[in-house]
């Protein structure tokens, strides 16, 4: 007769199936179609790597390759430094206004990325207020996509830095003073060894963001083709779905590098904290702290200008003409169809993309985690929930298209609808909710289950009295990280969705193609607003939850 423990065992490697089922539907079966699609012409006959050698042959698609790399190169090499002084001031030094600075770096993560460029157009654009500092270089092109992207990917590389630099031991920095080293010296040998994952970790993010990024210079790339427009061109504009899947494989090659890159130099990485370790604690410094305060100073105000310059340009009744301010921009349905219906789509989306996302990939996390046994199926079930960190948001959506689109695939009643673009949603960010939630799982002793199993008490009783509680403050911070990626997120979903599914970022892409940036720019800021008000509310709740099942950490 079987134990409980043994229905325990049982079911928990059932579920371990059906999280993995779920996470092949949703991301494996998916890009494999996609890879199968890219060696097919129109007709689904296979034809080798004739599209391959036509793309490499075609020289305006290599050139966008090309442009791809150097312009995520050269945005990253600006992006990193920036991030990383700005995350030494916060950590290391005792300036003024640091939790202000901080706030202040995180902004760009609540806007979409189609909003910094906009508001570039309104600086530097033809018209813009501040051409001339452009010095007679049109910032429709390299210039344009590269700035955007700075404040676009700043705040991702920031948090990384910040959290390399937040750990450091007070005793090697004491001997480095008792040895006569220099400051200089100290910065070399003993502050930038023990960030160097970071830095690199922030790099590759940097890189794969850019290289992968749609909206940016979709609305301020101009004639400067990279790899992600031209999947645009090709299948919205040429409705030619092989070559679109050519070059969506093309834009999945420098993720992956990156990715394999990243993980090579992770594992690489030894703990530099011991359980002996001396929390460091910056000392007064004024010269340095004030020659910092004003750097952070110059990088918030510049974020403040961009989101300023946003706010103000959708609030303009007509530029350049007529500068008095009005309300009309947020009339939506004078400049796309859809009207206010796309923002309740997203925001529709977004809830369910928060709330079944947390659910599924706390309750995958939890199953890889704490199932006994069964490590091979475990080791596959984290193996496939790694996946989505090296695919483009953009290969992901086209792959949704060719699998969830074909007339033999069962589930193609869900084209097109919301159901289909939560899916998406949730595949494209479910890797870095997946590890956040892993994280907060491991810090669990594992005897809670041991005592569990010799009361003889179910590990689903235990997991629901005892893990959910502990863990919900985690759980909270995915909540709200999948609601405002769904929110801001456009190249995952440009190719899904319907006619009465259309997404806000969706429509500014539309609002801005038809020529009425400032209402694009309205939509831009009312997702900053939605963003915004849901992290105050994450917030309130998350000081609420801790008080409520946090309280033994203090005892």
């Known amino acids: 007769m079987r134990t409980s423990l043994d229905r325990d065992a049982i079911s928990q ?14 991301l494996v079966l998916p890009l494999a179609t996609l890879f199968e699609k890219s060696f097919q012409n129109r007709n689904g006959e296979f034809v080798g790597l004739a599209n391959f050698v036509r793309y490499f042959g075609t020289p305006s698609l290599v050139a966008s390759l090309w442009n791809t790399l150097w312009v995520s190169v050269l945005a990253t090499c600006i992006v990193v430094p920036l991030a990383f002084v700005y995350a030494y001031a916060i950590r290391r030094t005792t300036m003024p206004g640091k939790h202000v600075f901080r706030a202040l770096g995180l902004v760009p993560i609540l806007a979409p990325s189609l909003l910094p460029a906009i508001a570039l157009i309104y600086l530097f654009g033809n018209q813009g207020i501040a051409r001339f500092m452009l010095m007679g270089e049109s910032v429709y092109g390299p210039i344009g996509i590269v700035i955007a992207q700075v404040f676009f990917c700043f705040p991702h590389a920031f948090l990384i830095l910040s959290t390399a630099l937040a750990i450091a031991d007070r005793r090697h920095y004491e001997a480095a003073e008792v040895l006569g080293a ?52 090709q299948v919205i504009g040429q409705q030619n779905f092989e070559m679109g899947a050519v070059v969506g494989m093309v834009l999945l090659i420098p993720a992956v590098l990156a990715f394999v890159a990243d993980r090579w130099v992770a594992r690489r990485q030894v703990a530099l904290l011991s359980a002996r ?13 004030w020659l910092l305060f004003g750097f952070c100073a110059l990088i918030a105000g510049c974020i403040l200008v961009v989101l ?14 007529n500068l008095s301010l009005s309300m009309r921009n947020y009339a939506f349905a004078n400049a796309d169809a859809s009207g206010w219906s796309s923002y309740f789509n997203s925001l529709t989306m977004s809830v369910l993309v928060a709330t079944i996302g947390t659910t599924v990939i706390g309750f995958g996390a939890w199953l890889v985690d704490k199932t006994r046994g069964a490590e091979f199926l475990r080791g596959v079930v984290h193996l496939l929930a790694m996946i989505p960190l090296a695919v483009p948001g953009l290969v992901l959506g086209l792959a949704y298209i060719f699998f969830f689109n074909s007339p033999k695939n069962p589930l193609v009643f869900m084209y097109g609808t919301i159901g289909l673009l939560t899916l998406n949603t949730i595949a494209h960010f479910y890797t870095v909710a997946h590890l956040t939630t892993l994280q907060a799982l491991k810090q669990l002793d594992p005897e809670f289950e041991s005592v569990s199993a010799s009361l003889k008490i179910s590990v689903w009783r235990t997991a629901w009295q005892v893990t959910l ?20 997120t456009v190249s995952a979903v440009v190719f899904l969705y319907g006619p009465f599914t259309k997404l806000a970022s969706v429509s500014i892409i539309n609002m801005d193609e038809a020529g009425f940036t400032a209402a694009a720019a ?34």
Not at 470 to 480: E, H, I, K, M, N
């Open 308 to 321: 300023g310059i946003s706010i103000w340009a959708s609030l303009i009744t007509y530029w350049p003409y």
């Open 469 to 488: 509680p502990v863990t919900s403050p985690a759980l909270l911070d995915v909540w709200f990280y999948m609601f405002v990626n769904a929110m801001t």
């Open 13 to 26: 490697r059932a579920a371990l199936l059906f999280a993995g089922a779920i996470l092949l539907v949703i």
């Open 277 to 289: 370790a001396v929390p460091f604690e910056p000392q007064k410094h004024p010269l340095r702290d």
């Open 522 to 555: 309205a939509m831009g800021c009312t997702i900053i607003a939605t963003s915004a008000a849901a992290k105050i509310l994450h917030s309130l709740l998350a000081e609420w939850l801790a008080r409520r099942t946090q309280a033994w950490r203090s005892r």
């Open 182 to 233: 220099g400051r200089l010296r100290v910065f070399l040998t003993v502050t930038l060894p023990g960030v160097k994952y970071g830095i690199v970790s922030a790099f590759f993010v940097v890189f794969t963001m850019v290289a992968t990024d749609f909206g940016i210079p979709k609305v301020i790339g101009g004639r400067f083709n990279v790899l992600s427009t031209d999947v645009y061109k």
